[in-house]
């Protein structure tokens, strides 16, 4: 909105020819996102207690400490992240960009149905909301429609391909296929990040970090110089898609000041599953769907966990974790909260690091 109103004005007003940098209209969407943050913030948590009055339902079967140190605490804290990073992507964002809405779409939209999730665990007083069938079949409905959108935009020979990181050529054509490829990472990526998400800022920093990461690899994809350079493959437009990621992270600086331990409020699906959704659709956009898989490793080790503890329990009746996701496993080891938090932010941050390296080494 601001792009389009001071920006025409730039002949007139040479300070307005600012606005035609995506470095200086991302970190306006970093700045204005915490800020909404930090201002709705606490009325956003006075309202959800008062409306919650317990708070999220504890798991029984969980971490026997969670009963003590977690209950009464109020769930739906993604929607302050929702809110921020929303009116921020809309203030600052080119909005006739033809990847902005789609990227925005899917965020919205799992964000929305994160939230009748948690209002129904809220209103029922129970960690069972909507069935597990019925909420793949949302998300993969939306991410259906969303990979058809970004589909028809992406230039050729990118519109059915998949890249592969490591080599700077090769691309693999696959064709409808693309599609369902798609809406495997935009579902899996919401569900992975919602499944990592089980300790006081456990989630919010790593899909952070994969943001930070994202953020530049949109900007060099986006840029003809960048991405001969480095031999990416060329995505017109897709810059404009630091300016949404930049606007995520200050969104989640804002909600983690709020989240840090002892948690005032916890995102609950309304953040997960949008965050990661989020993150998912802006990898199907810049090509780099596999990179994500590395950036976003941690996600994908919480949920392979879970994945092998249900699959060893049906298969043998035996448990390989004391309790899945892995975080939980560790705790049930001994290790304390804070603990597993910070080398599990430390993990992220090395899966990042390795994730960048893909840029460079083709």
Same mark, same amino acid.
């Given at each position: ?44 948590? !006075? &309202?959800?207690?008062?409306?919650? !009055? ?44 033809? %990847? ?9 939209? %799992? ?7 948690? %209002? #129904? ?5 129970? =960690? ?80 952070? &970090? ?14 003809? @110089?960048?991405?001969? %350079? ?34 005032? @409020? ?6 997960? #599953? ?8 802006? =990898? ?10 590395? @950036? ?52 992220? =941050? ?8 893909? #840029?460079?080494?083709?």
């Amino acid at each position: 909105m601001l792009y389009h109103i001071l920006f025409p004005l730039a002949d007139q007003f040479a300070v307005l020819n600012v606005f035609r940098y995506l470095t200086f209209r991302t970190g306006g969407a970093i700045m204005t996102a915490l800020i909404i943050s930090f201002l709705f913030g606490p009325v956003l948590i !006075n &309202i959800l207690k008062t409306r919650q !009055n317990v708070g999220q339902p504890i798991r029984e079967d969980g971490p026997e400490g969670h009963l003590l140190t977690k209950k009464g605490t109020p769930t739906m804290g993604g929607f302050l992240i929702l809110l921020a990073l929303t009116l921020a992507t809309l203030l600052w964002a080119d909005l006739n960009n033809a %990847y902005i809405w789609p990227v925005l779409g899917v965020t919205i939209a %799992y964000g929305t149905i994160g939230f009748l999730d948690d %209002y #129904l665990k809220v209103t029922r007083q129970t =960690s069972n909301g909507l069935s597990g069938r019925l909420k793949l079949l949302l998300q993969a409905a939306i991410a259906v429609v969303a990979a058809f959108v970004i589909m028809h935009q992406l230039p050729m020979p990118l519109t059915t391909t998949l890249a592969v990181p490591f080599l700077k050529s090769t691309l693999i054509n696959l064709g409808w296929g693309f599609v369902i490829f798609a809406v495997v990472v935009m579902v899996g990526a919401s569900n992975a990040v919602n499944l990592t998400d089980g300790l006081d800022g456990l989630a919010i920093v790593p899909v952070m &970090i994969a943001a930070g990461v994202f953020a530049l690899i949109a900007y060099l994809v986006g840029n003809a @110089v960048f991405s001969n %350079y480095l031999q990416l493959h060329y995505v017109p437009g897709a810059g404009e898609l630091a300016v949404f990621l930049g606007a995520l992270v200050g969104g989640g600086l804002g909600f983690l000041w709020f989240n840090a331990p002892p948690a005032k @409020v916890f995102m609950g699906d309304t953040g997960s #599953l949008s965050l990661g959704g989020a993150l998912g659709a802006v =990898s199907v956009v810049t090509k780099h769907e596999l990179v994500l898989a590395i @950036v976003g490793g941690l996600f994908v080790l919480e949920t392979v966990s879970v994945i092998v503890q249900v699959a060893s329990f049906k298969l043998t009746g035996k448990r390989i974790f004391a309790m899945a996701p892995l975080h939980h496993h560790f705790e049930k080891k001994g290790w304390a909260e804070s603990t597993i938090v910070i080398r599990f932010w430390i993990i992220a =941050s090395i899966l990042a690091l390795v994730g960048l390296s893909t #840029l460079k080494l083709r």
